[in-house]
């Protein structure tokens, strides 16, 4: 079961990324859209770039190869990396790594995590990849910020 979780853990990596500099935000300014700012807590050092990546809110497409919303890849930077997105108020989910060696892939070790992860709302992932309603998020008219601990295997 847990090599299934890293091997699905690595779809949301291994999708076309979308670069953006640290002060880019994923999506479009206007028309509704509210600013959601993500950052990255406890990284274990500063080296390479956090790719955030957010999903809609319809479970089948949390982590799923080219389902996503939006990604940005910022530098890694202690103590917080953050980054953003234009959205429109609802609900979401996001997923991020520490892409220690900028190679944009999820790196693993045979099933196990090399680099760091973690998902919105601090969800759990003991035993596998949390729920999607762990995940899921309200993202309110004046925007919100989600703050989320990067976790290393």
């Known amino acids: 079961m847990i090599r299934n979780v890293f091997f699905v853990l690595g779809a949301f990596a291994a999708a076309a990324p979308l670069p953006a500099l640290a002060q880019e935000c994923g999506g479009v300014a206007g028309n509704g859209a509210v600013k959601l700012t993500v950052q990255a807590t406890d990284l274990r050092n500063g080296k ?86 762990s995940v899921r998020f309200p993202v309110p008219a004046a925007g919100a910020t989600m703050r989320m601990k990067m976790r290393y295997q």
């Not at 693993?108 to 992860?117: A, D, N, Q, S």
Request: hydrophobic fraction near 35%; include cysteine.
């Open 48 to 133: 390479g770039e956090v790719a955030f990546t957010v999903y809609p809110d319809d479970k089948p497409r949390f982590l799923a190869k080219g389902r996503k919303l939006y990604r940005t890849r910022v530098p890694a930077r202690l103590p917080v990396t953050s980054s953003c997105f234009w959205l429109k108020p609802g609900h979401y989910a996001i997923a991020q790594y520490h892409d220690e060696n900028a190679d944009h892939k999820f790196n693993r070790t045979l099933w196990m995590p090399k680099e760091g992860f973690g998902f919105s709302n601090d969800a759990p992932t003991s035993v596998g990849l949390p729920s999607f309603e």
